[in-house]
């Protein structure tokens, strides 16, 4: 089993807090990082497993072992009871681990029912750094993540994609609330990937769906909901230019993406237009996961004036910002950090980061050209 990046902040706050959830999108590995725990497992989707909670409940609840909730979200009269069970003794930590795939109706429960009693976590699909070895490494950025997905068994992809695609859209996102038939939602699935890593224009994607532009904001909003999709919001520097002010939008999976847009290889790929934008959501998020599983706190932005100077990324640690471009280059030159360093300078970045697929880092800790391996291991050292 794959070592996940998280499991040392898991352990630390399940040591903190009476419980803990981990939410993420289906089949990420939420369950298999719980097994690792070990516990009493229940999967709540499961009738039987909810009858079986029911009826042990006051001795589980009264024992020493960990209790995993899968899916919690499917059994909303649990809450109430973790809530009494932790406050009946409150010294008392380490006592649940709640799973969920649905992000805000899991943070809705959260805050009515164990606020101040629960830390909440997030655990992506598998990271760059989890990976053994070069090959798996290699699939990654094209294939995704997802455990099944084809990153660690190759003849997966990209139909293991498909199949997780036409789920959601056809059993659990209905499940979940979102009210667009399977095929509206799979059309604007098509057009999330078109539009991939572009600010959203909620007008113009509403035009092509027939809809009003409110509507599509909602359907979006299931979306990030469930893990799929980043709503990467601008960040607001108080310069003399002109900024854009729309949230850039982005599958968060890139074997996602590229199953919706028909690429099954590499090779194929690299001969998109849109390529760039791949790569550049690729390096965003391998950033992102790996900053959160070390348990830092911080704030994601991109940056962008009217005049086409841009960030790709900017994070907000400890009252500090880093700066990001990303360029898909083996080779990026001089002008590229020039105009890194330019537009880092406009919002007073403490360290300004090139990626690019080079061979050769180079740099320090505050102005670095580097590929995306060595960064991820630098972000686990800067933290």
Not at 45 to 54: G, I, P, Q, V
Not at 102 to 118: D, F, K
Not at 246 to 255: F, H, I, S, Y
Not at 330 to 351: E, F, H, Q, W
């Amino acid at each position: 089993m794959l070592r996940r990046g998280i499991l040392d902040d898991v352990r630390r706050n399940l040591a903190d807090y009476p419980a803990v959830a981990i939410v993420g999108p289906r089949q990420c590995g939420k369950t298999t990082l719980a097994a690792s725990l070990g516990g009493s497992y229940f999967d709540l989707e499961n009738e039987a497993d909810r009858l079986r909670l029911d009826l042990e409940w006051t001795n589980l609840a009264a024992g020493k072992k960990l209790i995993v909730l899968d899916e919690a979200h499917a059994a909303s009269s649990v809450f109430p009871r973790i809530r009494g069970a932790i406050d009946q003794d409150r010294k008392r930590n380490g006592r649940f681990l709640i799973l969920g795939s649905v992000s805000p109706y899991l943070m809705t429960q959260v805050s009515e029912s164990l606020a101040g009693r629960i830390s909440i976590l997030e655990l992506t699909p598998l990271l760059l750094p989890e990976l053994k070895t070069q090959a798996q490494r290699n699939r990654h950025w094209l294939c995704g993540g997802y455990p099944d997905g084809g990153v660690l068994t190759p003849k997966s992809f990209p139909r293991w994609q498909k199949n997780y695609l036409a789920s959601l859209t056809q059993r659990d996102l209905p499940a979940w609330g979102l009210p667009a038939r399977p095929q509206v939602t799979e059309r604007f699935a098509y057009m999330l990937a078109a539009l991939h890593g572009q600010p959203w224009n909620a007008s113009k994607v509403a035009q092509g769906l027939g809809i009003n532009y409110q509507t599509v904001n909602s359907y979006l909003a299931y979306l990030d909901g469930a893990f799929l999709i980043r709503r990467l919001p601008p960040y607001q520097a108080n310069i003399h230019k002109r900024l854009v002010k729309a949230p850039k939008v982005q599958w968060r999976d890139t074997g996602l993406l590229h199953s919706i847009l028909g690429v099954a290889s590499r090779e194929s790929l690299l001969k998109q237009p849109w390529v760039g934008a791949s790569w550049e959501s690729y390096v965003i998020e391998q950033i992102l996961g790996t900053l959160a599983a070390t348990g830092r706190t911080f704030a994601a932005y991109y940056f962008r004036t009217s005049d086409q100077f841009e960030l790709d990324l900017v994070l907000e640690v400890e009252a500090k910002l880093w700066a990001f471009e990303v360029k898909l280059t083996t080779a990026p030159s001089t002008d590229d950090m020039a105009r890194l360093n330019k537009v880092a300078d406009m919002i007073d970045a403490s360290r300004r980061v090139l990626v690019s697929k080079t061979a050769s880092p180079a740099g320090d800790d505050n102005t670095l050209s580097t590929n995306l391996e060595s960064l991820l291991g630098q972000i686990i050292k800067w933290t």
